[in-house]
């Protein structure tokens, strides 16, 4: 194993600040604790990546706490996130930027999260090889308690000392480690964990937990894993409960983490396995109940009745989330789904259009424009039901959608499988 001695001197100059600021930049983000925003710093860029380069010259830098902020989680629980100053975040991406090349190619294949040119895809394909084509069928499914925030800064320095033996280098990381949390207007130091929030924490949390890829590996264990998410891969269910053992030992023993006994559990492929948004079963792949009601709520908010935006800037508004949506779940086999959520959103819009007619003679109007011979039946434009009436069908037909630039969930091919490494 190769062993690198000399890595600060590449840090030293402005075009490693300036492409750190460059990655930053493109990633956005809120302002640290000094309230200091990118645009503000990138005010005056070449003054502050100048002052940055001296401080780092001269062993003055410093990173400032990070600050506390709460997201809600899916199951009602807390995401705590901490967000460093802009120019900590400069500093970080620069030496992320030299220690991926080092580490990145040496951890494990199944190993998926923030990793350059690895997606939730691959990952998603991978464990779907595992189970259809070598009937790997029982599933152990692991979950981590609050993984960021148990990580033992000792075994993580021990860690990066396998590969780095550069001082400065280590006391950098060492440095953003233990630059303390600010919750309010009180500062907590940080004994454990790395910042969920922190440009270099996802590095961080891959060294560390390549232990355990490599333990597992070493055991003849299939594993994939994205980020803190875990499934263990196996044969029978004998051999599942022994992974389960195996795994939770090297966790909670060696690497100091803790295992959600609660979310942690054996699963079978023939009643599906949960995986980064998706289940996947025997034979084919589905999208979970949780996400599509997750993308519901969102389309009503979009579409809501009473919000006083035109059917063109609701669509505008609409389109990046069901594009999204279709690019990410178009692995799974859900074409159903799609077009019945096509169905759906139509119903919405075909109401809210109603709405904004407010009399039926501009319903009317339009369908003698589309050449109706009249009479037509007058309708409460209010109403939910008529949002499908045949007079609402003829007056705004599925090609009108397109024809006004609704995203067409049903032209999107599902159960496409991406290339896996």
Known sequence: MRVYYSLYGRLLTMEALYNGFKKVWKAKGAAGIDGQSLSDYASNLRGNLEQLLLELREKRYKPLPVKRVEIDKEDGGKRLLGIPAV???????????????????????????????????????????????YDRRWVVDMDLSKCFDRLDHELILKAFRHKVA?????????????????????????????????????????????????????RKHRIVRYADDILILCGSKAAAEN??????????????????????????????????????????????????????????????????TNLEGV??????????????????????????????????????????????????????????????KYIKMRSWRNACSPLSHLAMPNNWFNEIKLFNLEGVKTGVLAPYC
Not at 266 to 278: D, M, P, R
Not at 339 to 367: E, I, N, V
């Open 87 to 133: 120019k900590d975040r400069i500093v970080q991406q620069a030496l992320l930027n030299i220690l991926t090349p080092i580490f990145d190619p040496d951890f494990h294949p199944s190993s998926y999260g923030y990793r350059p040119n690895r997606s939730c895809h691959q990952a998603i394909t991978k464990a779907t090889l595992f189970i259809r084509k």
């Open 315 to 376: 669509i505008r508004e609409l389109n990046p989330v069901i594009r999204g949506f279709a690019n990410y779940f178009r692995i799974a086999n859900c074409s159903r789904e799609l077009k019945r959520l096509t169905g759906w959103m139509r119903r919405r819009l075909r109401c809210l259009q109603l709405k904004q007619w407010k009399k039926p003679a501009k319903l009317h109007r339009r369908l003698k424009q589309l050449g109706y011979k009249p009479p037509f």
């Open 166 to 218: 550069d001082g400065s280098i280590l006391n950098l990381i060492r440095m953003f480690l233990k630059s303390g949390v600010m919750v309010g207007y009180q500062l907590e130091a940080t004994e454990t964990g790395s910042p969920q929030g922190g440009v270099i924490s996802p590095l961080i949390s891959n060294v560390y937990l390549d232990a355990f890829d490599q333990e597992m590996m070493r």
């Open 243 to 308: 992974a389960l053992k195996v795994a939770t030992k090297v966790l909670e023993q060696d690497l100091k983490l803790t295992v959600n006994q609660n979310k942690t559990h054996i699963a079978h492929s023939g009643e599906g396995v949960k995986f980064l948004g998706v289940e996947i079963l025997s034979s084919y792949t589905r999208i979970q109940e949780k996400k599509l009601n997750a993308l519901k709520a969102k389309v009503k908010r979009i579409t809501k009745r009473n919000r006083g």
